[in-house]
């Protein structure tokens, strides 16, 4: 199982950038997706998390509004979309997929998700 994250960079405060990760070696469409960043000296943190069916969603609050979680099942993929960045939301940002299926209510907790990406930087500048 891979999963492989793309669409960092570096772009202006108030840009937008959209994060992909692509999963290989296994379908994933039974499984929450979640979205997870961490900053030079702070704890890895869940920004957005989707479940199973996609109906059910989590944003961290200072995602509300401004990023937006998706999943292409057809794809075996989950994407980040994320606009008005601002400078603190300067991080590496991982992907990362639920360890069990089915999972009744979309978590946030980290040590729920099994699999994960090798990370992406997303740089603000101010």
């Known amino acids: 199982v891979q999963l492989v994250e793309s669409g960092g960079g570096l772009v202006q405060a108030g840009g937008s950038l959209t994060l992909s990760c692509h999963a290989s070696?296994?379908?994933?469409?039974?499984?929450?997706k979640g979205w997870f960043r961490q900053a030079p000296g702070k704890e890895r943190e869940c920004v957005a998390a989707?479940?199973?069916?996609?109906?059910?969603?989590y944003y961290t609050d200072s995602a509300k509004g401004r990023f937006t979680i998706s999943r292409d099942d057809a794809k075996n993929a989950v994407l980040l979309q994320m606009n008005n960045l601002k400078p603190e939301d300067t991080a590496v940002y991982y992907c990362?997929?639920?360890?069990?299926?089915?999972?009744?209510?979309?978590?946030?907790?980290?040590?729920?998700?099994?699999?994960w990406g090798q990370g992406t930087q997303v740089t603000v500048s101010s």
């Open positions: 989707i479940d199973w069916s996609g109906e059910n969603i």
């Open positions: 990362a997929i639920d360890r069990i299926t089915f999972r009744s209510r979309v978590t946030e907790r980290e040590t729920e998700y099994s699999y």
């Open positions: 070696g296994r379908n994933f469409n039974n499984y929450s």
